[in-house]
């Protein structure tokens, strides 16, 4: 019930498309989904997040579609970039930043 | 603003040996929170430290202990290390607040090799 399940494996973009990786969970409890990009040598660093009671997110191309009912969230980014080539990872967890459970990744990679 | 620091970056250790490795939380931050990411896969909680105590452990065995200090700054210490223990080892800084804790900042890790 812990688990956070992330979808695709890996993804390939042509530049200025929608990339769209998904995440879901079985926790009910979980009420703040972030999402973190890892560059390779480097930590996590956060993307967006999201809380509950909202549906939809967006900052600047990124955007995190929530959909409480079906316990899944996804990420989209739009325009993608080379630059945005990454591994992606969503994570869940209760009371805002307390034990973050991540899912298990998702390989970005932007084709110019 | 300083943001997370972890050293070293790089630790190569035998089997059986014990390793420290350290962090230096975001400045105004009070929580720091431990992750181990195992190549190719997501990071999985060790343990979070808030005012100088453990609050919450995940699914690591008694030889994963850590300290947090007056300063905020926390140690992971790994006693009998294992070939498994090879991974990327992530600090996280965070604010605490009274509804829980805020967002989560990650360190670069620290690479610790088990041969």
């Known amino acids: 019930q812990q688990q956070v399940k992330q979808s695709p494996q890996s993804l390939i973009v042509q530049k200025g498309g929608i990339s769209i990786i998904n995440c879901a969970y079985e926790?009910?409890?979980?009420?703040?989904f972030p999402w973190y990009q890892q560059f390779p040598g480097k930590g996590p660093a956060l993307l967006i997040a999201?809380?509950?009671?909202?549906s939809e997110k967006k900052e600047g191309r990124f955007t995190i579609s929530f959909n409480k009912s079906a316990k899944q969230f996804s990420l989209h980014i739009m325009d993608s970039q080379p630059g945005d080539s990454a591994t992606y990872f969503c994570?869940?967890?209760?009371?805002?930043?307390?034990?973050?459970?991540f899912g298990a990744g998702t390989i970005l990679r932007v084709k110019s | 603003e300083t943001g997370v620091t972890q050293s070293p970056t790089h630790l190569i250790k035998t089997r059986g040996q014990q390793v420290t490795l350290r962090c230096s939380s975001q400045?105004?931050?009070?929580?720091v929170s431990w992750y181990q990411q195992a190549l190719g896969q997501g990071p999985q909680f060790i343990f979070q430290?808030?005012?100088?105590?453990?609050?919450g452990r995940g699914n690591f065995p008694p030889r994963f202990s850590g300290l947090q200090f007056p300063n905020y700054s926390s140690e992971l210490n790994v006693n009998a290390l294992e070939l498994d223990d090879s991974a990327l080892y992530l600090c996280?800084?965070?604010?605490?607040?009274?509804?829980?804790?805020?967002?989560?900042?990650f360190g670069p890790g620290t690479r610790l090799t088990v041969l």
């Open positions: 996280a800084s965070s604010f605490r607040l009274a509804a829980g804790t805020d967002t989560q900042y």
């Open positions: 926790n009910t409890a979980f009420d703040y």
């Open positions: 999201i809380r509950p009671d909202v």
């Open positions: 994570a869940a967890s209760m009371s805002y930043g307390n034990k973050l459970v």
């Open positions: 400045s105004g931050h009070n929580t």
């Open positions: 430290y808030y005012r100088e105590e453990e609050n």
